[in-house]
């Protein structure tokens, strides 16, 4: 399962590549690591999903580290609209898939630590935070074939048919991801509820 994890986030970094922003890095507030968080789509938009990648450097060596547990954690400038428990790194980046529902200003929290996060219940986390602007998307057409009209006023039928197929490769990179998450994540909680409960 752990390779399935490590495949898919490799390829999924592979095809962002060319997306990706530029890496913001900052030092957690304890100086564990430093945190390199970066999007694909470079400029984040409301509606389409996004990848935000994260990557922890060695604050010594800034070599890549890949024994760091982190939480993730989204805010609007209200309150926090995706939480994502906590889950422990490879050493490479990590990419969390989110999909933005409005433009505006957002920061991504990651809180991080050294030991399991779920087993942290009254010492404060190791935190890092960055600032995500998402901006407004175009609003998706039902049919393909939009009905626009010239300077003469008369109606002009324009094919807006997308013929690329490059979204099925970012579909099904995503809808892995998504799923190799979520049984990593399942399979986390049943050897934890297996080594707390040894007699079952």
Same mark, same amino acid.
Do not use: W
């Given at each position: 399962?752990?390779?399935?994890?490590? !495949?898919?986030?490799?390829?999924?970094?592979?095809?962002?590549?060319? @997306?990706?922003?530029?890496?913001?890095?900052?030092?957690?507030?304890?100086?564990?690591?430093?945190?390199?968080?970066?999007?694909?789509?470079?400029?984040?938009?409301?509606?389409?999903?996004?990848?935000?990648?994260?990557?922890?450097?060695? +604050?010594?060596?800034?070599?890549? #580290?890949?024994?760091?547990?982190?939480?993730?954690?989204?805010?609007?400038?209200?309150?926090?609209? !995706?939480?994502?428990?906590?889950?422990?790194?490879?050493?490479?980046?990590?990419?969390?898939?989110?999909?933005?529902?409005?433009?505006?200003?957002?920061?991504? @929290?990651?809180?991080?630590?050294?030991?399991?996060?779920?087993?942290?219940?009254?010492? +404060?986390?190791?935190?890092?935070? !960055?600032?995500?602007?998402?901006?407004?998307?175009? +609003?998706? @057409?039902?049919?393909?074939?939009?009905?626009?009209?010239?300077?003469?006023?008369?109606?002009?039928?324009?094919?807006?048919?997308?013929?690329?197929?490059?979204?099925?490769?970012?579909?099904?990179?995503?809808?892995?991801?998504?799923?190799?998450?979520?049984? !990593?994540?399942? #399979? #986390?909680?049943?050897?934890?509820?297996? #080594?707390?409960?040894?007699?079952?």
């Amino acid at each position: 399962m752990s390779s399935l994890i490590i !495949f898919a986030s490799i390829l999924q970094c592979t095809v962002y590549a060319q @997306e990706e922003s530029a890496p913001q890095i900052r030092l957690s507030t304890k100086g564990l690591a430093y945190v390199n968080l970066s999007t694909s789509p470079a400029n984040p938009v409301s509606g389409q999903p996004t990848i935000i990648l994260i990557q922890f450097l060695d +604050p010594q060596s800034k070599a890549p #580290r890949g024994d760091i547990y982190y939480r993730l954690v989204i805010r609007n400038e209200t309150s926090p609209v !995706f939480v994502m428990p906590g889950g422990s790194t490879i050493a490479g980046k990590v990419g969390i898939p989110y999909q933005f529902d409005n433009p505006g200003n957002y920061q991504v @929290e990651v809180d991080l630590n050294d030991t399991d996060i779920s087993k942290v219940t009254t010492a +404060p986390l190791d935190t890092v935070t !960055f600032p995500i602007y998402v901006t407004k998307g175009e +609003p998706q @057409e039902d049919n393909q074939t939009s009905l626009n009209t010239t300077q003469s006023g008369s109606p002009v039928n324009t094919d807006t048919t997308n013929t690329g197929n490059g979204h099925l490769l970012v579909d099904a990179v995503l809808v892995a991801i998504a799923a190799g998450l979520a049984i !990593f994540i399942v #399979r #986390r909680k049943v050897i934890s509820r297996q #080594r707390n409960n040894p007699s079952e």
